[in-house]
């Protein structure tokens, strides 16, 4: 079994324009890593509670999570950049707004509408990013590898976003991570405005595809959502649970190291996960991922104390970073490459419709029935995550035909022609699809993000 090591993710950041726009996406990121925990910091300390904090925290989510599909679909009907700056100004203005409603105390229904207008123009910037690594030349051969080194840099987010944010707010005050996550997201979404070589190609939407379901019944992509659902409920439910456990032990500030130890072996899972090609295929890769994460996040509930928390967090930490790049690799390989950004944001809402979950619920829970309720809820939703691609495996398998380097146990070089590593998703024809192979000039479709002295890639 060959491996890609460090040169495969060299190889992929050495693609134009890679390193610009994947160096945005980090900045544009970071803020997803500290809104919700700056949240809940924020308002429990200015109201007193978990259940209001978790609300607010869940609300952002959620409605991040359903009108992103239609962003997105906007993205791939009209464009990147126009969609990024649009809603760069929108959400850092309103987010800025949200916060200013919590410290001057404003009345809680005008906090419940600033936040869920600041989650309804976050950007998905994840997506956007990921649909760039996707139109690359070379297929998924470079989309696997950038995939899982947008993975890593997810786990770099979620270790540095609740050390920044609990550092933060203890030494500055509980407001300040959401002012600096406001201009973050704002100069990296522009950041990614401005990188139109990579935009990836634009396709009008057809009649068939208006319905706003559409891409998400394509065959394999529910249990796909329902595991990322599983995930972000178990991602939600243990922000709030972490800064409730580590409050009552009497170190608040230590939810930062528990949930960074989370986000640093997850990265290294991510690490250990991309750099090679595994036995199998992706679909048995997630299924192991998940069925591991169950196994570790049974003992979350009972934990005695900090320490111990967050080695369990470290362990289940390593078994995620594995599970979201199954999830993201089965996404985009499902839909058809016209509606990829579409596809990769129903993985992400299903994502932020779990974290909502996760917040608002652990946040009832934790005030209602104890702090170890709220862990709990943990480990519901990673039973839901591996459940969901277990039961449905034969979909999967189905849906989602691997390439020979995934049947075959050997790499496929990054150098190596593309038909060798594109699977076949939704093609009758036996062969590549013929929409996933690197245009020629004649064929290149037009972009009006492009310049007129911006060639496309």
Do not use: K
Not at 193 to 198: E, I, M
Not at 234 to 243: A, E, K, P, Q, T
Not at 272 to 297: C, D, E, K, S
């Amino acid at each position: 079994m060959a491996s890609h090591g460090a040169t495969g993710f060299r190889v992929a950041l050495t693609a134009p324009g890679a390193r610009t726009f994947t160096s945005a996406g980090f900045v544009a990121r970071l803020p997803v890593a500290m809104i919700a925990l700056a949240t809940v910091l924020l308002v429990s300390n200015q109201t007193g509670s978990y259940a209001y904090a978790g609300l607010l925290s869940a609300l952002f989510a959620l409605t991040a999570a359903l009108v992103s599909i239609v962003t997105s679909r906007w993205a791939d009907a009209t464009g990147q950049t126009r969609v990024l700056r649009v809603l760069a100004f929108a959400h850092s203005g309103l987010l800025a707004i949200f916060t200013a409603s919590i410290v001057l105390r404003w009345s809680p229904v005008f906090q419940v509408i600033l936040v869920m207008a600041a989650g309804a123009t976050s950007p998905a910037i994840g997506s956007f990013v990921r649909a760039r690594w996707a139109a690359l030349p070379h297929g998924s051969a470079i989309a696997r590898v950038g995939f899982a080194w947008e993975g890593i840099l997810d786990e770099v987010i979620f270790t540095l976003g609740p050390l920044l944010t609990t550092y933060v707010a203890f030494s500055y005050g509980f407001a300040t991570p959401l002012w600096i996550a406001a201009a973050l997201v704002g100069i990296g979404s522009l950041w990614l405005s401005f990188a139109r070589r990579t935009t990836p190609p634009i396709h009008a939407l057809s009649d068939q595809s208006m319905s706003l379901t559409a891409v998400l019944r394509t065959p394999g992509l529910r249990p796909v959502v329902l595991s990322a659902l599983g995930l972000g409920t178990l991602f939600g439910s243990l922000d709030v649970g972490v800064v409730a456990f580590t409050s009552d032990q009497g170190e608040g500030t230590f939810a930062g190291v528990v949930l960074a130890a989370f986000a640093a072996t997850s990265m290294v899972g991510g690490i250990l996960y991309g750099i090679r090609m595994w036995p199998g295929t992706v679909v048995q890769h997630t299924q192991a991922a998940a069925a591991t994460l169950v196994l570790v996040m049974i003992t979350m509930p009972v934990v005695p104390n900090n320490a111990t928390l967050t080695i369990v967090a470290a362990l289940a930490g390593f078994c995620v970073a594995p599970t979201l790049i199954g999830l993201f690799t089965l996404a985009s390989a499902l839909v058809p490459p016209r509606h990829v950004t579409e596809g990769l944001t129903w993985t992400n809402s299903g994502l932020a419709a779990g974290f909502a979950t996760g917040s608002a619920l652990g946040g009832v829970l934790v005030d209602s029935l104890g702090i170890r309720f709220g862990l709990a809820l943990g480990l519901l939703g990673a039973v839901v995550a591996a459940s969901a691609v277990w039961s449905r495996a034969r979909t999967l398998t189905v849906a989602y035909r691997p390439s020979a380097s995934e049947s075959g146990g050997d790499s496929v070089p990054l150098d190596a022609d593309p038909l060798d590593a594109i699977p076949l998703n939704d093609d009758p024809i036996p062969g590549p699809h013929p929409s996933l192979l690197p245009p020629t000039p004649a064929s290149r479709p037009a972009n009006p993000d492009l310049g007129p002295d911006q060639d496309a890639p």
